[in-house]
């Protein structure tokens, strides 16, 4: 029995050739243009694909939260990994004095109150911590501005005592504000080159700078190959989604990911129900596509609303097709979200479900 | 040290007094207007709170999917479920089957197909299912319409070995087209006529129709005071959220559930970012209020952009509070999905954490 009979829906399946193929691109961009690759493991969550980025060259890896890292250091796939975030609060530098017991640990900082929580726990344990410095290059989420503010923090945190400066780091994510793919170039451009600048500037004033790293693998055709980036961070690479279809990089045969689901409903000509709502496609909004995920069998049909537990398909005039009962696979809108959904995702190897993979860095908010 | 010190953050924090008041208020209004009360329990997922529900006088409970019946019963708290949704292909058939071995289970049936195989499992296995049609009185989702087609498809199901008409229901989820509270008040009273209509046009036709089954917070106290209806199935209001305030039916101290977060960053005078983004709050839009959520401490800013692991804050001019460290309750605007995003809760009691209550029923897609 093929996968699309067995499994039960919703679920997530990957089908292994295009994963491989991601991965293996990506790592061979890297390679081409000399960059350090350090992926972001909160798309996929599994010790698998850990592994199978490891493999293909990866020098390390990045997390948001501790709880992410502690899951994969547990299962015995991570042993160096950035966290791209503030670690803020008593229990979590708890944490993470923990974890750099066992894994190499390095850590977003983007302000003095939170660069002096670590110096001061850091000191107290007699443990010096590598921090990088989030840069703002537009997104305008956390980060310090690039250019003198920068500056300004980096000879504050040269100065804290169990902290070593061991770099800049920055998510360009604000490349989604594109409307075409030459807008896109021009501001990951952009970033790219405030993260060089800002780097040069740190070194001309004394401060080391050995990493200079960038990540979003919308930006990552573009960011990585400004001169002097040392790091990339992609994550959503390695399945892809209807996001990632924006201006033609990417096509359907580029998406390893999609939700199997069931149509359970067809209660007019043009309405038919699927089994895949909001807790199981999430809400993110599409991004150059209409819908809530991208029907593979039925390209015209438009996931028009979801509710948790329904996915309300609106069909065009005359479409054949999606009976109840019958099998449809999507691609969703923002694939990371999608993933922390579900416990596990099902790998498809010659049209047979070959393995299970336990997503094990699921919910760790913390 | 109180709950807000000694929880890591995000976390889901219970409000004991409010809950139980929640819960208490829409049992005695049940009561007052003689509907019987099957709570659903999508919104909370938990053993406890289906146990202070059953408490309360709830009759019977309500579940979007098989997997959320089959942990609830497993923790011995469910012996009565009505399925709110179409069982469709044969993985869930099995199941159902099973689970009608241990439990009174019905299941909501909108289509001839649907039913037909329903009723050709059970015959076989010489069983007999109970039924509701699902009755669609203008969320425009699944369900057949209401009056001559409904009569049409209960006609078939009377018909079908293994299956017996055990009434009808609806979602009446459209009330939240209402842009004021008496233009809610009309879309539920007219979903609720329009139950009772059909309900009297099978009655009419010589087949029986027990219970006229309405669901639906917003709506919970407008359409089951249509007589007729015969009980509600009501989910949020054991926490309520940011569309609860609506109309001013419910204000902040009727939100027992909150975000417990922590401001990791303020990158600027009029910015700070929160540890909840989109994979703690949900994307759910907000309906009647800006943003992303509800600050209690800080209700003049607004959650204005949310990525997985961020919240972006904006904050008015002049604003002081939310410095690095911080700790705030959000309030968010669907409660049902952040519930299914974190694997527990945390009841506060007289300001401290008095009991943690594992989320069984999280992540149960199928």
Redesign the interface.
């Known amino acids: 029995m093929g996968y699309r009979d067995e499994l039960?829906?919703?679920?997530l399946v990957v089908h292994e050739s295009i994963l491989r193929r991601n991965v293996e691109e990506m790592a061979a961009f890297a390679r081409e243009h000399g960059v350090a690759m350090r992926p972001h493991l909160?798309t996929h969550k599994t010790a698998e694909i850990t592994r199978m980025q490891r493999e293909a060259g990866a020098i390390g890896f990045t997390c948001?939260?501790l709880g992410e890292a502690e899951a994969l250091a547990d299962a015995g796939v991570l042993d160096d990994v950035l966290l791209a975030?503030?670690i803020?609060?008593e229990?979590?530098i708890r944490r993470l004095l923990a974890l750099m017991d066992r894994i190499k640990v390095t850590v977003a900082v983007?302000?003095v109150?939170?660069a002096a929580?670590l110096s001061a726990a850091c000191r107290d344990a007699g443990k010096t911590l590598d921090v990088r410095l989030e840069i703002?290059t537009g997104l305008?989420?956390?980060?310090?501005l690039p250019g003198e503010p920068a500056l300004a923090l980096a000879r504050e945190v040269m100065q804290m005592p169990g902290l070593r400066l061991a770099g800049i780091m920055t998510h360009e994510?604000h490349v989604a504000k594109a409307t075409n793919a030459d807008e896109l170039a021009e501001i990951a451009t952009a970033a790219g080159k405030a993260m060089v600048e800002t780097a040069d500037l740190l070194r001309s004033n004394g401060i080391p700078v050995d990493v200079v790293s960038v990540g979003s693998t919308p930006a990552s055709w573009y960011t990585p190959t400004v001169p002097g980036i040392t790091e990339m961070r992609p994550g959503t690479y390695v399945f892809n989604d209807n996001s990632a279809f924006r201006f033609g990089r990417i096509g359907v045969d580029g998406c390893s990911l999609r939700i199997l689901a069931?149509?359970?409903?067809?209660?007019?000509p043009d309405?038919a129900?699927i089994?895949a709502g909001?807790?199981?496609l999430?809400?993110?909004?599409p991004q150059g596509r209409k819908g809530h995920g991208y029907i593979v069998e039925y390209p015209d049909a438009v996931i028009a609303?979801l509710?948790?537990?329904?996915g309300?398909v609106l069909l065009p005039p005359g479409m054949q097709g999606m009976?109840?009962?019958e099998r449809v696979e999507v691609i969703p809108n923002h694939v990371?979200?999608t993933i922390?959904?579900?416990?596990e995702m099902f790998l498809v190897r010659d049209g047979e479900v070959a393995e299970t993979w336990p997503i094990i860095a699921r919910?760790k908010?913390?």
Chains 1, 2 share one sequence.
């Not at 999430?282 to 909004?285: F, L, R």
């Not at 922390?340 to 416990?343: I, M, S």
């Open positions: 039960d829906t919703p679920c909160k948001a939260k975030y503030q803020v609060g229990q979590k983007d302000g109150e939170g929580a703002n305008d989420r956390a980060g310090v994510g069931t149509v359970i409903s067809r209660p007019a309405r129900v089994d909001s807790k199981t999430a809400m993110d909004p609303r509710s948790e537990e329904h309300v009976e109840v009962g990371c979200p922390n959904l579900q416990d919910g908010v913390r």
